[in-house]
C-alpha cells in the first residue's frame, strides 16, 4: 500500500490522466476509432529528444557548460542574469522539465558557496519561469507546443512568428525582475571536477541534430526510432531508461480522455461554444487547474485556432502551482533543501507568477492576437 501512494505522489498527473480515461471509455467503449486519437509522431518526437537529452545529461555536457558561465558572472545581478538566461535558453533546446532539473542545482550551487541563501526561493522562482517561458519559441521546448506543433501541422516559420513576442516580452519581463537584486561581487572558490567527454559529447550533439530534423518533418520518426534508440543502446542504454515515460504515459491516456469526451454531444458543444468566445483567456485559465500538457491536448479537439490556443497554453504556465508539471519540479526541490520554508515559497511563487500570467495574457488578448 505505501508503495502505491509513493507511485501516486510521484506520477499525480498521470494517475489523474488514466483515472480520466478509465472514466470516458464507460461513456465511449473501445473501438476502432481509437486509434485515430493517437498522434504517434508527437509521441516518438518526444521519446527521442528526451533519449537525447538524457544522455547529453549523463555526460554533464550542460552542468559544465552553466558552471563554467557561473564562473564569470562577478556579481550577484549578472549572475542572477546569468542563471535565468541559461535556464531560459536551455528549456528551448532539452524542454522545461530537464533545464530545471539541470540548472537549479546549479542556482543551488552558485548562492549556497557565495553565502547568498537569502534569495534562494527569489531565484528558483525566476529559473521556474524561465524554464516555463523560455521553451515557447520552439516546438520541441514544451511538450504542449511538440504537440500543437505535429497536431495542427503548424508551418514552422508561422509557429515561431506567433511565439517570437511573448518570447521577448518574457525575457524583459525576467530581466527587470533580475534588477531588484543588488549588484553585490562575488568570489567563487570552488573547483569542479567534471571534464567534458567529448568523443560522446559529439555523438550526442549529432543525435539531438537528427532528433531536431525529426521535430522539423525533414526526416521520418520512424527512421528515429529505428535509428537513435539502437546507438544509444550500445553507447549509453542508461538513457533509454531515464527518459520520462510518465510523461509519454500522460500523453497517452489524455489522447482517450480528449478523444473520447469529442464523442460525446454535449461535453463537445460546451466547449466549442466555450472556445468560441475566447480561445486565449479559456486555455490560461485552464492551465491553471489541469496544467497546460493536458489543456493543450483537451482543448485541440473543440478548435481550430491554434494561434491562440499556442498562446494560451504557454502563458498559462505561469500562475498557479500546478499550472505546469516544471513548477511542481522546483516546488519539490526547494521544499527538500528548505522545508521551513514552503509557506512563504508558496507566498512569493504565487505573486509573482500571477504578475507574469496577468501582464502576459493582457499582452496577448491586445498586441499578440
Request: charged share 10%; hydrophobic share 55%.
Amino acid at each position: 500500500m505505501t508503495k502505491i501512494i509513493h507511485f501516486i505522489k510521484k506520477n499525480t498527473v498521470f494517475c489523474v490522466a488514466a483515472f480520466a480515461a478509465a472514466v470516458t471509455m464507460f461513456f465511449v467503449p473501445p473501438d476502432a476509432e481509437y486509434i485515430s486519437y493517437f498522434d504517434f509522431r508527437t509521441l516518438a518526437c518526444l521519446f527521442l529528444t528526451l533519449a537525447v537529452v538524457s544522455a547529453l545529461g549523463n555526460v554533464k555536457f550542460f552542468t559544465i557548460l552553466a558552471r563554467k558561465l557561473v564562473l564569470l558572472s562577478g556579481n550577484l545581478r549578472r549572475l542572477f542574469l546569468l542563471l535565468v538566461v541559461i535556464t531560459f535558453i536551455g528549456s528551448m533546446i532539452i524542454a522545461n522539465d530537464m533545464a530545471l532539473i539541470t540548472f537549479l542545482p546549479l542556482g543551488y550551487f552558485a548562492l549556497s558557496v557565495t553565502k547568498n541563501d537569502r534569495y534562494m526561493a527569489y531565484l528558483f522562482i525566476l529559473q521556474n519561469i524561465s524554464a516555463n517561458l523560455g521553451g515557447m519559441l520552439t516546438p520541441f521546448g514544451n511538450p504542449q507546443n511538440l504537440y500543437l506543433y505535429s497536431y495542427f501541422e503548424i508551418p514552422t516559420a508561422e509557429f515561431t512568428s506567433i511565439m517570437l513576442p511573448p518570447f521577448l516580452l518574457a525575457i524583459s519581463m525576467l530581466a527587470v525582475a533580475c534588477l531588484f537584486i543588488k549588484p553585490e561581487k562575488l568570489s567563487f572558490h570552488e573547483e569542479f571536477p567534471e571534464k567534458f567527454h567529448v568523443k560522446r559529447t559529439l555523438l550526442y550533439m549529432a543525435l539531438f541534430a537528427f532528433s531536431l530534423l525529426i521535430v522539423f518533418r525533414v526526416i521520418p520518426f520512424w527512421l528515429g526510432l529505428a535509428v537513435i534508440p539502437a546507438i544509444l543502446y550500445f553507447v549509453d542504454r542508461d538513457a533509454l531508461f531515464e527518459v520520462d515515460y510518465g510523461l509519454l504515459g500522460t500523453f497517452f491516456f489524455f489522447f482517450i480522455f480528449s478523444g473520447n469526451l469529442a464523442r460525446i454531444d454535449a461535453v463537445n458543444e460546451f466547449f466549442s461554444a466555450l472556445l468560441l468566445k475566447d480561445t486565449l483567456l479559456v486555455s490560461v485559465l485552464s492551465c491553471q487547474f489541469i496544467s497546460n500538457v493536458p489543456s493543450a491536448i483537451l482543448l485541440s479537439r473543440f478548435t481550430g485556432d491554434y494561434h491562440s490556443l499556442l498562446l494560451g497554453v504557454n502563458i498559462g504556465g505561469t500562475g498557479t502551482l500546478i499550472a505546469s508539471l516544471a513548477s511542481l519540479i522546483t516546488f519539490s526541490e526547494f521544499r527538500i533543501l528548505y522545508p521551513d520554508q514552503t509557506k512563504k515559497y508558496l507566498v512569493l511563487f504565487t505573486v509573482i507568477n500571477v504578475i507574469f500570467a496577468v501582464v502576459m495574457t493582457a499582452a496577448a488578448k491586445f498586441f499578440f492576437l
